[in-house]
C-alpha cells in the first residue's frame, strides 16, 4: 500500500517551494487544472484567478520576487488546510506595504494543491487600496 501525503505535509511543501523561489517545484506542486483565487480582487496588476498550471506559472512568476509565507494557526479538514499568513513580496513593497496578512486555504486532490485561495484582510486591503 502507497501512503498518501497528508494535507497538512502537503500544504508545508508548498509553503517551503514558494519560499524556496523555485518556479518549476511551484507549479508542480499543483494539479492539472488547479485554480489560484485572491478574495478579494487584487491590485489591478494582478488577475484575481489563476486557472490551470499555465496561468499560474504565469502568476507565479509575476509574485515570486521578494515572496514569503509565514504561516501559523492551522486549520485540518479532510481535503484541505486553512491558516493565516504574513506575505511580503516585491509588487507589495513597490507599493509601499511591507507585507499582509491573509488567510489561505490549500485544498489539496491526489497528492497536490488543487486550489489555492488567499484571502486578504481588511487592513491588507485598505492598505492595497490607499496605494493605487
Known sequence: MIAVASPLSIAQDFQAELNDHDLDRVVACFTEDAVVTFIPSPPPTLPRQALGKAEIRQLADRLMP???????????????????????????????????????????????????????????????????
Not at 504561516?71 to 488546510?81: F, I, M
Not at 506575505?87 to 488567510?103: F, M
Not at 491526489?110 to 487592513?123: H, Y
Open 66 to 132: 521578494g515572496f514569503q509565507i509565514a504561516s501559523r494557526d492551522y486549520a485540518l479538514g479532510a481535503h484541505q488546510v486553512m491558516l493565516d499568513a504574513t506575505v511580503p513580496t516585491e509588487s507589495l513593497r513597490s507599493l509601499g506595504i511591507s507585507e499582509v496578512d491573509v488567510t489561505a486555504e490549500v485544498a489539496v486532490a491526489g497528492g497536490k494543491v488543487s486550489a489555492f485561495t488567499l484571502t486578504f484582510s481588511n487592513d491588507a486591503m485598505a492598505r492595497m487600496q490607499a496605494s493605487v
